[in-house]
Each structure stands twice: as structure tokens, then as C-alpha cells.
């Protein structure tokens, strides 16, 4: 396992009849929507196939960031950072969360091009960044050499600790009297007159006027099960803890090459930047002209391999839907094996800035399942075809660092019909009718 990720316990209370809001899912989405919904005074249950955070939410980096966000994004961003930062003074809840800033550094021109215009369209909306001369880049960022010709700073954007912050809130909400079910599967919807009622679990079903499906990257094929198409790829990652390499205290930075942030216990997390592994399945050809622009935009990123996953799939699918075997039940963590090329790759390029660094350093490496969207933008939603539905998934990379500020603005638009800040951006209906979507060229 890649980290000690923090335990709570389950509800020790059987199924509720009826709740007016069901969870489906224990990530960073369902937990952080669980409290903000909690904080206005609804009941909510929140079922769990596995463990609190066990997958994603626990194998990203940390990152809380502004920084480099689509402009799409950039409300969303802003307010998720200040909920992070607020977490433990508003809940007690130590989640982690440093406020260090984040730093990018480049040693090509166009990477600066594209950070001083994304910086030109940030700053009207009061993200407080700067550009980093080489000096300013070098002085932080390397330690040793000088290969860094500029880069990009805020200074109000930090890291939260994956591997506890989420069961640590989760824990909280179960002393407020929210219910957690973990091992507790959703096999699929219950809908009375054309409109969601509940959910049937493997532990028999819960009514609910509401139901959020935030099941990460298992939110596309729940929702098949119901005809609502939810383009969403899959994406592995890969990522590493080291030990013995001083940082200085620098802020978390992305480098062309290598990603980097120190943690409380004097380790660090590397990982490749932007990097992964699309696997061909079944939803590839499904989904796969939807992503045809963003594939573009980044395809120097993003490796694709066939192998037997795509069989794994086409037959989990037929069995999920055909024969009522539930593939939740089955696979309770994605706890694929890291890429230790991948890995390794990324202490030979991060060695020509830090001295000592090189693929001996790794403790410990895991791999991650991150949900794209086509335009890299998550859906945070109602779905209008099925009242009393909501989404919020496909954070493609962002989830644990939007996760508060999408759980704020669900509880707004599931009990006010409308949020503080525009939810346009994340609608589900733009991934589904026909006009084409703008990918997101930042990360």
C-alpha cells in the first residue's frame, strides 16, 4: 500500500428508510458535498463499495491550487482553496492543509508565453500570482545548477495531506450524525415516476429525494446502467514518496519534467508531470471521438496500451447489465500497480536540479485512476432527464483540489436551485448534445 491511509469507522446504524440526500460514493466529492449539505441542515447518507478515500482521493498529490486552472475553473478553484484553508478552524478537522504557495518553473519560452497569458486573464479575477524571473526560479527551485529561465508563483495556494484529510472529515461527520456506509455498494438507482427515489445498496435500499452520484472513476458506468451517456476515460497515474533530500521548505513546485511537494514528516511526493497511461476499453470507442481534442492537446502525456483490460471491461459491463452481477462489489479499491518506469524516470529528470537525487531514493510508489472529461472540465450537475439527480465527477485531476468548493456549490443547487458562483461551465448537458468542447491546454 502507498501511504497509511487514516481508518474510520462505518455507521454503526442499520440502512436509514429514508434520507432526503444519498451519497453514492466516499471520496474527496462525496464526503466534502456530505458536509456542506450536513451544514444546512439535511439528513444525508453517504455509501462507500470499499473504503472512505481508498482510491483517488488518497493518491493525489495534495495540491490545493489556483494556480494554471482553466479560466472555466478559476471561481471554483479560488473557493475550494479558501474552504481548505478555513477546514480546521470552521470543523477542528486537521486535514494538513499549508498554505506555501505552488510554484511552476520552465526551461522553455513557450511554457512562459502560455503562464504570462493565463496570468493576464487570473489576475482581474484576484488570484494573487506573479511571474518568477530565472533568478526568483533558480533561488527556490534548484538545488544546484541554474536550469530554470523563469516561472509562476501564488502565494495563497498550498497542500492538504490525502491520506488523512478526507477520513479525518468523514470522521467528523459521523459525530455530526451524517451516515457513512462503508462496504456498502450502490447497485443502482430507484426512480418512481419518472423522477430518483432512492437507491438499492447490497444491504437492501434507501429512499432519498436526492441522489449525488460522485463515484470518481466509476461514476461513467453506474450512470450507463441508467441510459444517461457519461464520457468519462480513464487515466493512470503513477507517484512516489522519497526520503533523504532536503527541500529548504520550498513551496510545491511543477517542473517540466517532475512534480514535487514536501510533506510534514520531511518526505517528499515526486511524480512525473502530466504523465500517464490511457488503457483501450470498451468506453474508448464509446466516448473516444469526444476526446479527440484533448487528446491533441496533450498527447505527448498520455500513453495508450490495449491489453486484456479492454476484454476485463466488455465482460464486467455484460455482467453488470445483463445478468445484475454488480462489478462494485467485486473490485471494492482500483489499486493499480505504479509504473516504476514512470517513476524512476522522474528522479533522473529532477535529478539536474537537486543533488543526490536518483531512482534509489524511492520509500514507496503507487499507482492512481484519475476520471477525464473531454474538455478536462469536471461536471458538477444536475441531469435534467432524471429529476432529483446529480453529478459531480470527471475532475480529471482536480477532484481533491476542487472537492470543497464543488461540495459548496451542490448543496446550493440541490436545496436553493442555483449556486453563489456560475455552474455553466460544469453542466452535464454540454458533454452530451453536439457542440464541441474546448479542452483545457493548462493542467
Same mark, same amino acid.
Given at each position: 500500500m502507498h501511504h497509511c491511509l487514516l481508518e474510520i469507522q462505518t455507521s454503526a446504524q442499520p440502512l436509514p428508510a429514508e434520507v432526503d440526500v444519498a451519497i453514492v460514493g466516499g471520496g474527496a466529492a462525496g464526503i466534502a458535498a456530505a458536509h456542506a449539505l450536513s451544514l444546512r441542515g439535511v439528513s444525508v447518507a453517504v455509501f462507500e463499495k470499499g473504503r472512505v478515500a481508498a482510491e483517488q482521493s488518497s493518491r493525489n498529490w495534495g495540491w490545493c491550487r489556483t494556480l494554471g486552472r482553466d479560466a472555466r475553473e478559476l471561481p471554483l478553484a479560488r473557493l475550494s482553496v479558501d474552504l481548505w484553508r478555513?477546514?480546521? !478552524?470552521?470543523?477542528?478537522? =486537521?486535514?494538513g492543509f499549508r498554505e506555501t504557495g505552488v510554484v511552476f518553473v520552465t526551461d522553455q519560452a513557450g511554457e512562459m508565453q502560455t503562464w504570462q497569458r493565463w496570468l493576464d486573464s487570473a489576475l482581474p479575477q484576484g488570484v494573487p500570482a506573479r511571474m518568477l524571473s530565472a533568478a526568483e526560479a533558480n533561488a527556490t527551485h534548484a538545488w544546484q545548477g541554474r536550469p530554470w529561465i523563469g516561472g509562476i508563483r501564488t502565494e495563497t495556494d498550498g497542500y492538504a495531506e490525502p491520506s488523512r484529510a478526507i477520513p479525518a472529515l468523514a470522521s467528523h461527520l459521523l459525530q455530526r450524525g451524517v451516515r457513512i456506509y462503508q462496504h456498502c455498494a450502490v447497485e443502482e438507482l430507484l426512480t418512481e415516476g419518472g423522477r430518483v427515489s432512492g437507491v438499492r445498496t447490497e444491504k437492501g435500499e434507501v429512499r432519498a429525494r436526492q441522489v449525488l452520484v460522485a463515484g470518481g472513476a466509476w461514476s461513467s458506468l453506474f450512470c450507463r446502467k441508467h441510459g444517461i451517456a457519461l464520457p468519462i476515460l480513464r487515466v493512470h497515474s503513477s507517484a512516489s514518496a522519497a526520503m533523504?533530500? =532536503?527541500?529548504?521548505? !520550498? /513551496? /510545491?513546485?511543477? !517542473? /517540466?519534467e517532475f512534480s514535487m511537494r514536501p510533506r510534514d514528516d520531511g518526505s517528499v511526493v515526486m511524480a512525473k508531470s502530466g504523465r500517464g497511461t490511457m488503457k483501450l476499453v470498451p468506453d474508448t470507442l464509446r466516448y473516444g471521438m469526444k476526446f479527440k481534442e484533448l487528446y491533441r492537446a496533450r498527447n505527448a502525456k498520455v500513453r495508450v496500451s490495449f491489453g486484456r483490460e479492454f476484454f476485463a471491461q466488455a465482460w464486467s459491463e455484460f455482467r453488470y447489465f445483463h445478468l445484475g452481477a454488480s462489478p462494485f462489489t467485486r473490485q471494492r479499491v482500483l489499486d493499480p500497480a505504479p509504473d516504476m518506469a514512470l517513476v524512476h524516470a522522474a528522479y533522473r529528470d529532477a535529478a539536474r536540479s537537486i543533488a543526490g537525487v536518483s531512482p534509489a531514493s524511492v520509500r514507496s510508489a503507487w499507482g492512481g485512476v484519475i476520471d477525464n472529461t473531454p474538455d478536462g472540465v469536471p461536471v458538477i450537475s444536475p441531469v435534467a432527464r432524471l429529476p432529483g439527480l446529480f453529478l459531480s465527477t470527471g475532475f480529471s485531476g482536480h477532484g481533491f483540489s476542487s472537492s470543497m468548493g464543488a461540495g459548496h456549490c451542490l448543496a446550493e443547487l440541490m436545496l436553493d436551485g442555483r449556486s453563489s458562483i456560475d455552474m455553466t461551465p460544469f453542466a452535464y448537458e454540454r458533454l452530451v448534445d453536439r457542440a464541441a468542447l474546448k479542452p483545457s491546454i493548462l493542467y
Open positions: 478555513n477546514l480546521q !478552524a470552521t470543523t477542528g478537522v =486537521d486535514v533523504g533530500f =532536503d527541500t529548504g521548505g !520550498a /513551496p /510545491p513546485v511543477r !517542473a /517540466p
